[in-house]
């Protein structure tokens, strides 16, 4: 959870549930290609929102530096249409490209957008075709896909709930290969300007009524965490959790987390969050510089007086 601002829409609470899988089954791509081994490091295809234009469809592949731009930009042409056509949007047409060197990195970086789709579920049934089964996966319904795809934002453009994100990844460990498949929502409330509860409620967030059941493939995780503060230009916010269920202990340093480990099913996880405003402090150290100014310039001005009646008495 977390508190956002926006110059052109204020401010709001952030509610948000990343559903994480790693080393799944990802797209059926062919991975034995020069694409995917001269260099390659890592690709992520994702949908993003555009605006009012609808979706548009990303490739990002990286590759070492030694390989040039163009071989890279080519690498990525060849598996972005490989991508349009596993998903069935071979109609939709190319709008942006660029190939760089990603200097923090030091590594090459290629991307290709493709234009665009209409805000519908529908838009991106091709990519959810491919999304892992079972465990965390099965709370991937219908009903949660219908509840945030197409957003669902109020006339302010602060609140309501909608997909933040959709996105396969593949990257080179090694000699291996590990596709890894994520997709994420957001739910935005009110901010106050006085103490309340926030409830996170993940069964509500998923529109689920079912228990969670845990992988019998890989590992399962439910981590709830938030910063403590959160600070934005109307002020600062601590947030401290209250109660959760199941009991389970938080850590806390910036950020405060529980984690549960599941081997078996849970009916669900519900966290009451404090929210409050803090106060402005006193910047006494401002203050205590101002008043040692005053404190010298009227012990120069004292100086100063004395001097000038020594002066006067002298004449």
Known sequence: MFINYHPAYGSWVAKIVVL???????????????????????ARIFWMPWGTQGYAIR???????SINY???????????EEVMKIINQTKLPTFFRKTFLDNATNIVIAIVDHEFLPEALSSIEGLLEYRPRGGFADLITESFLQNYVPGKIDSTGRLGQSL?????????????????FKISISLHTELKDEEWDETLDLNSLLFNDRPIEPSEQRTSEIIVEMPKYHKIPTGTYEMSIEDISPSQSVEEDDWMRVTYQLTAPIDNVVATVKVSKLRPSFEWDKIIAIVLVIVALAVIAILFLKKRKGGEKGK
Do not use: C
Not at 20 to 41: C, H, M, T, W
């Open 20 to 42: 994480e899988f790693k080393g799944v089954e990802g797209l059926p791509i062919q991975i034995n290609s020069p694409a995917f081994e001269d260099g390659f490091r890592k």
């Open 59 to 65: 490739l990002v592949m990286e590759y070492d530096p």
């Open 70 to 80: 163009e071989t890279a930009s080519a690498y990525a042409s060849t598996i972005s």
């Open 164 to 180: 933040t994100e959709l996105e396969y990844s593949l990257q080179k460990i090694n000699n291996s290969y590990r596709w890894d």
